[in-house]
Structure formats: C-alpha cells, structure tokens
C-alpha cells in the first residue's frame, strides 16, 4: 500500500486559517506578507491539540453535534496570541506564496511504513491505515512550519533521536487503537 494514498486532515487548520484571514481583513496585521500570516497560523495551530482525522470523515464529525463556537473561540485565542509574536517579531521572505506543512505528518509516514514493512504477516485496510495515521499525529505535539510553496521537502529540523523514538511509540499506539476498533465493528 502506497502510504502517500493516506490523506488525513488537523481539523483546526481550516478553523485557524479562516480566523487568520478575518484578522488579516480588520487590519489586525502589521504586515501581510504570506510569510507572516503563514507564520501566524503556523504558530497558532503548534499550540492547539491536534485533531487528526482522515480526510473523507472531516465533514462527518463537524456535523456531530460539537461544540463549534467552543473551537471558534479557542482558534480565535491562539490566532491573536500568534498573531502578538509575529506582530512583534516578523520573519518576512520574498517567496510570494508560503506553505504551512506540519513536518510530523513526513516522519509519521516514514515510521509507518517500516513499522509495516517488518510486521508483514498483517494486513490492513486503506480506512484503517488512514485513522492509524491520523491517531498517530494526534499523540505528538504538532510541529508546523511554512516553507515557500513549491519546495519539494519541508526543511524538518534536525531530528533528535528521542523524538524518533516518540514517533515509534505513537505509531504502534496508534495501530492497536485501530487494531481494537475494527475488531469490534
Ligand atoms: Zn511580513
């Protein structure tokens, strides 16, 4: 199974860029260049809990009742508080148009795939593969970062072993969850 099929979704990522444009439109920005309004974004989403879903369920659990003023006012809060940092330190770059890229989402796939690769006696589902990885990003802390829109490979910071070693522990935490929900389906 081709691992780049998996499309998974931050639920909050749509949220704060939303709230980044309504701010950027009341003239909340000293500058709005797209570094700096990536960058707000950026920052904001890194303080929020992720909420990884794959994406084909997205529109499914915002219709489940959720308290969605609730969100609003937590991407709001951390959009402003984003928002005072780049205010005051801004980090502006020529690139016209920035990407926001969360650099576990890579890694993530990466683990995942060797993981699988040496447990080959088990098979898995596209929909299983898709909620392991999306569980899988929701146990790290996210770690988004703009880079100029069109270089191929986000800059990923140098990776520290124990952050490895974290990704590991989440993955396979992440394919038992599965593992026990679809038993019970
Ligand atoms: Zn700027």
Known sequence: MDLTLLKVENRWQKLVEDVVERFLAEGSFSCSCSKCRTDV?????????PDYVPVE???ELAASGEDLLGRLIQAEDAALKALELVNKAPHHSGASQNALINSNEELVRT???EVLEHNQEQTWTKPQLSWALAYSLRELAPKYTTTPKGDAYARVEEIHPSSM???YVAVHKALKRVQAEFSTR
């Open 41 to 49: 974004a950026a920052i904001a989403l890194n303080s929020l809990p």
């Open 57 to 59: 369920y997205a529109g």
């Open 111 to 113: 683990v995942l795939a």
């Open 165 to 167: 070693a974290a990704i």
